[in-house]
């Protein structure tokens, strides 16, 4: 069986930026390579054409092109007739392609299509409350109805988007997953005295939010520290940088016991959240977010929002807790609760752990997506 990837990101040195979609795009296209399951993965809207191998898996690069009118339909169709020359020169047995902007809207492709939910930019425009481009909104609404089946990360996502669309469209849940191996829990000493949030900065992922919350908790705790990495943004609401704003709402301990590292490498990340006490994630805007795995993976006791998707991550009182993120004092009432009771945190991080093995590894989630891969394929062309 030969799957191929649609994607916009991709972890990689040779791609443009990535989040967290490319990342679970990562590990799963690794986690099927592992499956023996043959894996290209074509990513779009990059600076050249490319095209290599890399840890068992085929790259193909698509730049971006400019057309002096009707881009969206053009560079479109220059994709779907890069996918259908691959499909037949390579064997391509299916397409998986992502939800966001519809990039599969008005695209004949010449296997079985499938699109899986991470969250479109109508899904999040909704959860923020903010409005969305009529044509972003068309394109999605049309690339989902007209693709052969749909996978979805999490129920909450996949309720919500049918209700956004006006749908009744059945999805596969499957959710994100990360390879155990590389997140193994170490020996690392850690920091008594530190709060991590780990992510974009940026007002949908609750950090305006974490800035109040972290001035009740220095009120109590005097030497606690926030660190916090991740790619600032500009503020959609405000045209500003969103660090800035998180910046001008601590107060003046607060803004001495505050570090912020920027985006830095992977394995760093890794390393502070390792060397971390509790991990703060108070975000409003998620399909599955790959941040709470990676942190449960490693062991740690979360404190994260209590919004929708949480519940099928997150087990309140088990794995961390979960709190609406503007009830500030409630947020910072758990963080220091986690941070003065080390046993609490040491059986929290266990049961964390304990939960993404079960529910979240690639061992596990690559068996459930080829399962469903074979069953569309065997469907389709019956």
Same mark, same amino acid.
């Given at each position: ?22 990342? $679970?795009?990562?590990? *799963? ?52 007739? &890069? ?35 991470? #969250? ?39 309720? =919500? ?16 997953? /990360? ?8 020996? /690392?000493?850690?920091? $008594? ?7 974009? /900065? ?11 919350? @972290?001035?009740?908790?220095?009120? =109590? ?40 590292? #920027? ?34 993976? *490693? ?46 945190? /040491? ?12 529910? @979240? ?6 068996? &459930? ?14």
């Amino acid at each position: 069986m030969h799957i191929a990837f649609l994607t916009p990101e991709y972890p990689h040195e040779k791609t443009n930026a990535s989040g967290g979609l490319g990342t $679970s795009i990562r590990n *799963l296209a690794e986690g099927l390579v592992k499956k023996e399951v043959k894996v290209s993965v074509v990513v779009y809207n990059q600076e050249v054409d490319d095209e290599f191998k890399d840890n068992g898996i085929d790259f193909y690069f698509l730049k971006f092109r400019k057309y002096k009118i009707g881009g969206w339909y053009f560079y479109r169709k220059y994709i779907q007739n &890069q996918l259908n020359s691959l499909i037949k020169r390579k064997g391509i047995h299916l397409i998986e392609a992502t939800d966001w902007t519809g990039i599969t809207a008005f695209m004949n492709l010449s296997c079985p299509l499938v699109i899986r939910l991470n #969250g479109t930019d109508a899904y999040f425009c909704n959860i923020e409350g903010r409005p969305q481009k009529f044509k972003n909104r068309f394109f999605e609404k049309n690339a989902l109805v007209n693709a052969h089946a749909l996978a979805s990360v999490s129920k909450f996502t996949a309720n =919500r988007t049918n209700e956004i669309f006006g749908i009744d469209k059945e999805f596969q849940i499957i959710p994100n997953s /990360i390879e155990l191996a590389k997140f193994s829990p170490s020996d /690392i000493e850690t920091d $008594s005295h530190c709060i991590l949030y780990f992510g974009t /900065i940026i007002r949908k992922k609750g950090v305006l939010d974490l800035a109040h919350i @972290f001035n009740k908790v220095v009120e =109590r705790k005097p030497e606690v520290k926030l660190l916090m990495i991740g790619r600032d943004v500009i503020d959609v609401f405000e045209n500003r940088s969103t660090l800035q704003l998180f910046k001008d709402s601590l107060s003046d301990l607060a803004k001495k016991n505050f570090i912020y590292k #920027g985006a830095i490498d992977y394995d760093e990340v890794k390393l502070e959240i390792e060397k971390s006490t509790v991990v703060a994630l108070p975000s409003y805007a998620e399909a599955l977010p790959m941040t709470w795995i990676e942190a449960m993976a *490693l062991q740690k006791a979360l404190v994260t929002s209590d919004i929708g998707w949480a519940g099928e991550v997150m087990v309140n009182g088990v794995t961390g807790y979960t709190v609406y993120p503007k009830k500030h004092q409630e947020y910072a009432d758990k963080l220091l609760k986690l941070l003065s009771e080390p046993q609490l945190r /040491i059986e929290m991080g266990s049961n964390a752990r304990k939960r993404v093995e079960k529910k @979240f590894s690639s061992e596990i989630v690559s068996r &459930q997506n080829i399962a469903f891969y074979k069953e569309i394929i065997k469907t389709v062309n019956s």
